[in-house]
């Protein structure tokens, strides 16, 4: 069973950066891309960033492009967003989300929320 | 982009009913899609992957069919449990979207 556990989660003022992570288990971490999405409070679902198997390509959302990125570690199985320059409307529920044939999100999501 | 339209945006239905909900991309996007259930408050629940794959535990009432633009969801016999908006997402390419949601309420 494809399990994600994000953490990281924090509240920020805004300019502050945040770092979260995805741990994973129950697939073959090094054979499937992995992506962030988030969910704003009271909003719908929105993907933020992708990242490719390797790690050598990546992809981001135009509002968050420049400011985050994307990154992955295959011995720990584990995927990483760093946020910087934070914005008010960064504040959303973010969730971690395999790629591949059975893309989707399977976590719980972990709260960034940026307030001064 | 590709942009994902849910119409209706609201369902109404009763306990039994057997419901579809459609979903609709604006370019091909083969089979690369997943719906989603959500309740308020809790995380997005992945109920199918790639247009027609049930993702494990889930009911076996959901079933899904459609390809290329044209996709549907449905519950065979509405269950208590079931009252919730539903998500479609394609993951054809990037960036991936998803569609505004379909809140499925008691009639």
């Known amino acids: 069973e494809v399990q994600l556990l994000e953490s990281g989660g924090d509240l920020v003022p805004p300019g502050g950066s945040l770092r979260l992570s995805c741990a994973t288990s129950g697939f073959t971490f090094s054979s499937s891309g992995m992506n962030w999405v988030r969910q704003a409070p009271g909003k719908g679902l929105e993907w933020v960033s992708g990242?490719?198997?390797?790690?050598?390509?990546?992809y981001y959302a135009d509002s968050v492009k420049g400011r985050f990125t994307i990154s992955r570690d295959n011995s720990e199985k584990t995927v990483f967003l760093q946020m910087n320059s934070l914005r008010a409307d960064d504040t959303a529920i973010y969730y971690c989300a395999k790629g591949g044939v059975s893309a989707g999100v399977r976590g719980q999501g972990t709260l960034v929320t940026v307030s001064s | 982009d590709i942009q994902m339209t849910q119409s209706p945006s609201t369902l109404s239905a009763s306990v039994g009913d057997r419901v579809t909900i459609p979903c609709r991309a604006s370019?091909?996007?083969?089979?690369?899609l997943a719906w989603y259930q959500q309740k308020p408050g809790k995380a997005p629940k992945l109920l199918i992957y790639k247009a027609s794959f049930l993702e494990s535990g889930v009911p076996s009432r959901f079933s899904a069919s459609g390809s290329g633009t044209e996709f549907t969801l449905t519950i065979s016999s509405l269950q208590p449990d079931d009252f919730a908006t539903y998500y479609c997402?394609?993951?054809?390419?990037?960036?991936?979207?998803f569609g505004q949601g379909t809140k499925v309420e008691i009639k």
């Open positions: 997402q394609q993951y054809n390419s990037y960036p991936w979207t």
């Open positions: 990242i490719s198997i390797s790690g050598d390509r990546t």
């Open positions: 370019q091909s996007i083969s089979t690369w």
